[in-house]
């Protein structure tokens, strides 16, 4: 499950990276490919692609104060192929992880596109090598988040946003 934080300023993803140096677990690089057959992930080890399993959205307003998350349920199916159109884009990422503590079941991901000289302008995180453009909350499936261990971890780092 992803938790998405609405209407929350992007441009100000890279100084919030600075401030959870702390947190920081790990990161995980990979290939994004888009193409006229469907999304495609590459890393390491494999080839995949991504069909997406909708679900309905729910809206939580003024969650921690003037915060409203979304709370997707959404995932991707995966099959692994060995094959992909020529007629495609792709993009080289990184998804970076932040926990409050070991045992924390909440992950703060937060992702964006690996830089090199040709994206010197973009807004970049130096610390990560990234222009991030994407940050949610992912928690295990059926994770209730108003339990009041759960809603606590996300109100530390909603907190970390202000």
Same mark, same amino acid.
Do not use: W
């Given at each position: 499950? /992803? &938790?998405?934080?609405?209407? #929350? ?5 890279? @100084? ?6 702390? *947190?920081?677990?790990? +990161? ?12 495609? @992930? &590459? ?5 995949? /692609? ?7 959205? @729910?809206? #939580? ?5 003037? =915060?409203?998350? !979304? ?13 992909? *159109? +020529?007629?495609?884009?792709?993009? $080289?990422?990184?998804?970076?992880? =932040?926990?409050?503590? $070991?045992?924390?079941?909440? $992950? ?6 690996? #830089?090199?000289?040709?994206? =010197? =302008?973009?807004?970049? +995180? ?12 992912? !928690?295990? @499936? /059926?994770?209730? &988040?108003?339990?009041? #261990? ?7 780092? !909603?907190?970390?946003?202000?």
């Amino acid at each position: 499950m /992803k &938790i998405y934080i609405n209407h #929350l300023n992007l441009d100000a993803l890279p @100084e919030l990276l600075k401030s959870l140096n702390n *947190n920081y677990i790990n +990161s995980e690089t990979y290939i994004k490919i888009y193409s006229t057959d469907g999304i495609y @992930e &590459i890393n390491n080890s494999s080839s995949k /692609k991504l069909i997406p399993q909708d679900s309905d959205i @729910e809206i #939580l307003e003024n969650y921690h104060e003037n =915060f409203t998350l !979304l709370v997707d349920q959404s995932y991707y199916g995966v099959e692994e192929v060995f094959q992909i *159109n +020529s007629d495609h884009i792709s993009r $080289k990422m990184k998804r970076c992880f =932040f926990e409050l503590n $070991k045992n924390s079941k909440i $992950k703060l991901v937060i992702e964006g596109e690996i #830089l090199d000289d040709k994206h =010197f =302008f973009k807004r970049i +995180s130096t610390e990560y090598g990234i222009a991030p453009n994407d940050i949610y909350f992912e !928690l295990p @499936e /059926k994770t209730n &988040i108003n339990d009041a #261990l759960v809603k606590n971890e996300l109100n530390v780092f !909603l907190s970390c946003l202000n």
